[in-house]
C-alpha cells in the first residue's frame, strides 16, 4: 500500500510516517517503478504498536529502543516493564508538582480575592504575584 492508505489506516498523516522511517521507528519500505513507497501489512501492526507506546507516554526513542530488541530477535517485554515502572515514578512526581502548584495557586487566588485592585501601587507591577 501506498503511504496516503497507510496513513489513513493508521489514522494520521504521511509526513508522520517519513518522519518515523526517518528515526528508525518505521522500516524503509519498498519502492514501487516509479519510486513510491509501498509498505505491507506489517508496517499497520508496527504503527499500532507505536501508538500504544505513546499513549502509555513513552518517548519516540524509547520506543525505537523496544522495537530494535524485537528486531534483534529478543523479547523486549522486560525493557518494557522497566520503562513503565519508570513512568509510573515520573507520573508520581508530575502529579505530586502540580499538587503544590495547585496550592500555591489556590493561596494567591484567596489572596487576590481578598485584596482589592485599588491596592496595587504604581512600583508593583499586580500585587495579586
Given at each position: 500500500m501506498r503511504i496516503g492508505?497507510?496513513?489513513?489506516k493508521a489514522r494520521t498523516r504521511p509526513s508522520t510516517l517519513r518522519y518515523y522511517e526517518e528515526r528508525g521507528l518505521l522500516q524503509p519500505p519498498e519502492r514501487t517503478l516509479t519510486g513510491y513507497r509501498s509498505?505491507?501489512?506489517?508496517?499497520?501492526?508496527?504503527?499500532?504498536?507505536?501508538?500504544?507506546?505513546?499513549?502509555?507516554?513513552?518517548?519516540l526513542a524509547q520506543t525505537a529502543e523496544i522495537l530494535d530488541v524485537r528486531e534483534a530477535g529478543g523479547?523486549?517485554?522486560?525493557?518494557?516493564?522497566?520503562?513503565?515502572?519508570?513512568?509510573?515514578?515520573?507520573i508520581d512526581e508530575q502529579l505530586e508538582q502540580l499538587r503544590l502548584l495547585r496550592t500555591s495557586i489556590a493561596e494567591l487566588s484567596t489572596h487576590a480575592?481578598?485584596?482589592?485592585?485599588?491596592?496595587?501601587?504604581?512600583?508593583?507591577?499586580c500585587r495579586y504575584l
Amino acid at each position: 500500500m501506498r503511504i496516503g492508505e497507510l496513513a489513513e489506516k493508521a489514522r494520521t498523516r504521511p509526513s508522520t510516517l517519513r518522519y518515523y522511517e526517518e528515526r528508525g521507528l518505521l522500516q524503509p519500505p519498498e519502492r514501487t517503478l516509479t519510486g513510491y513507497r509501498s509498505y505491507g501489512d506489517e508496517a499497520v501492526q508496527r504503527l499500532e504498536f507505536i501508538d500504544r507506546a505513546r499513549a502509555a507516554g513513552l518517548t519516540l526513542a524509547q520506543t525505537a529502543e523496544i522495537l530494535d530488541v524485537r528486531e534483534a530477535g529478543g523479547s523486549p517485554c522486560h525493557h518494557v516493564r522497566d520503562l513503565l515502572d519508570r513512568r509510573l515514578v515520573e507520573i508520581d512526581e508530575q502529579l505530586e508538582q502540580l499538587r503544590l502548584l495547585r496550592t500555591s495557586i489556590a493561596e494567591l487566588s484567596t489572596h487576590a480575592a481578598q485584596t482589592p485592585p485599588e491596592a496595587c501601587t504604581p512600583e508593583s507591577i499586580c500585587r495579586y504575584l
